[in-house]
């Protein structure tokens, strides 16, 4: 079934993309297609789907919230046996669990090598793990949910845009010395993967992104990358029916 449905009830055909929503009472085929625990908006579940699209891997998307009282709330027992972190993305693989979403990545670039998502160059690829840690290290936990429920409301935004805007100040210089078309040189690599759910958290906590035009630029580009907007979190089967397909 090569669909995602929304709560409204309407489905986004994806031609090529082989994802499946996968529900609490699904069971895995007989081809043991991996399983993704996601959140619709969690931009480590994005940067893992946008990994899966690129490498034309199938598999089915077991939505997982972080906000309670869903009934796939990821501080259930039974998610505590999956992630125990209790966190998202987890993907189940080749019969193992992986909890981690860079770690996620560079395993589905070990274990299928079509469509790298680094690049053969060994100082590309550094650049590209550079991006990576950037944002994956240097910037989004620090905006993390959980960071910022323990915050509270009051201090949650501001924080948030200090923490964006400080990371963004030192990726957009990165940036400017090795992207091409892409983040680094003229392929899509992990690095892009990274960014643009990373942006989207920026524009999410309202971080003025006019001093950063390269990442702009950069994420504008992306926007348009069929894979990127098929893995978008508005087109996903946990998305709320108002943020549907917007």
């Known amino acids: 079934m090569n669909a995602f449905r929304s709560h409204a009830g309407k489905c986004l055909q994806l031609a090529n993309s082989g994802i499946r929503s996968y529900s609490s009472s699904s069971t895995m085929s007989s081809d043991a297609r991996p399983v993704l625990y996601s959140y619709f908006s969690s931009s480590c579940s994005w940067r893992v789907r946008i990994a899966l699209g690129l490498k034309n891997i199938p598999y089915d ?47 589905l670039d070990e274990t299928r090598p079509q469509n790298p998502l680094l690049p053969q160059d060994p100082l590309k690829r550094a650049k590209v793990r550079e991006i990576v840690e950037i944002i994956c290290s240097g910037i989004q936990p620090l905006q993390n949910r959980i960071v910022l429920e323990h915050l509270g409301k009051e201090a949650s935004m501001a924080w948030a845009q200090h923490w964006i805007s400080r990371g963004f100040r030192g990726l957009e210089r990165v940036l ?49 990358n069929e894979v990127f907007l098929a893995c978008h979190p508005h087109r996903q089967p946990d998305c709320p029916a108002k943020l549907a397909n917007k």
């Open 61 to 107: 998307i077991r939505p997982t919230s972080l906000i309670k009282p869903d009934e796939t709330y990821c501080y259930t027992n039974e998610y505590r046996e999956v992630n125990p972190m209790q966190q998202v993305p987890a993907l189940k693989i080749d019969g193992q669990t992986l909890c981690d979403s860079v770690v996620i990545m560079h395993y």
């Open 176 to 224: 400017a010395a090795s992207s091409g078309k892409y983040c680094v040189g003229d392929e899509i690599s992990m690095a892009d993967c990274c960014l643009v759910p990373q942006v989207f958290n920026a524009r999410r906590y309202k971080v003025n992104l006019e001093a950063f035009p390269k990442i702009v630029e950069l994420d504008q580009r992306l926007a348009t």
